[in-house]
């Protein structure tokens, strides 16, 4: 299986600061055939399914505000929220979906400071 | 648009099976080339993929749970099934049901639609 370690663990960011989460996969996640890489992005808040934001690790989904922003081939990728909203605050995760099984990373739980 | 729903007992006896249902709405099941999967979530193992199923029938294991696991499809009632046979305490999880979505290269890149999710306890 391809295991995603994701840091830091939790990370406290003060409304309208940025705050930053990595994502590595223990192998790449990259497709030759068509350059993209298969690495989403996850947001869960407490009582709720995660939410897909990010998939080929910088395409938002539809409805996901400019804010976030994903970034990273290969190996290493980054999730970036620009301007700390009070509604961000919760937990993402990284998955990959390059091979079968699809796996997680642990997560990150992100605070308002 | 489409939702999700899982239903099912939330408790368990030690070596029994689990059984839940994943009741599609809002779109046919059988629409499309997605595939349907179960993860659960546990404070012990996080996120874990589980399985899927297409709606031909044809499904995908985790290995690590391939041999007590069988996902099978419904859909003349637009449903899913998960089916985890001979469950411990390390069972015990939010199980949620997914749609899996292709991009227009015919790769699955996650999981756009989910159901609110079911918590399984397994206890005597």
């Known amino acids: 299986d391809i295991v995603m370690t994701q840091s830091p663990d939790s990370l406290g960011v003060s409304l309208g600061e940025r705050a930053t989460i990595n994502c590595k996969s223990s192998?790449?996640?990259?497709?030759?055939?068509?350059?993209?890489?298969?690495l989403a992005w996850y947001q869960q808040k407490p009582g709720q399914p995660p939410k897909l934001l990010i998939y080929?690790?910088?395409t938002r989904e539809s409805g996901v505000p400019d804010r976030f922003s994903g970034s990273g081939s290969g190996t290493d990728f980054t999730l970036t929220i620009s301007s700390l909203q009070a509604e961000d605050a919760a937990v993402y995760f990284c998955?990959?979906?390059?091979?079968?099984?699809?796996?997680f990373g642990g997560g990150t739980k992100v605070e308002i400071k | 648009q489409v939702q999700l729903q899982e239903s099912g007992p939330g408790l368990v006896k030690p070596s029994q099976t689990l059984s839940l249902t994943c009741t599609v709405s809002?779109?046919?099941?059988?629409?499309?080339?997605?595939?349907w999967s179960w993860i659960r979530q546990s404070a012990g193992k996080g996120l874990e993929w589980i399985g899927r199923?297409?709606?031909?029938?044809?499904?995908n294991y985790n290995p690590s749970l391939r041999s007590r696991v069988a996902i099978s499809v419904d859909t003349s009632n637009n449903q899913f099934f998960l089916r985890l046979s001979s469950v411990t305490a390390a069972d015990t999880a939010v199980y949620y049901c997914?749609?899996?979505?292709?991009?227009?290269?015919?790769?699955?890149?996650?999981?756009?639609?989910w159901g609110q999710g079911t918590t399984v306890i397994v206890s005597s």
């Open positions: 997914a749609r899996d979505v292709p991009d227009v290269f015919s790769y699955y890149y996650g999981m756009d639609v």
């Open positions: 809002g779109g046919s099941i059988s629409g499309g080339t997605y595939y």
């Open positions: 199923v297409y709606s031909s029938g044809g499904t």
């Open positions: 192998q790449t996640v990259l497709y030759d055939s068509n350059s993209k890489s298969y």
């Open positions: 080929w690790a910088s």
């Open positions: 998955q990959q979906y390059f091979d079968l099984p699809p796996t």
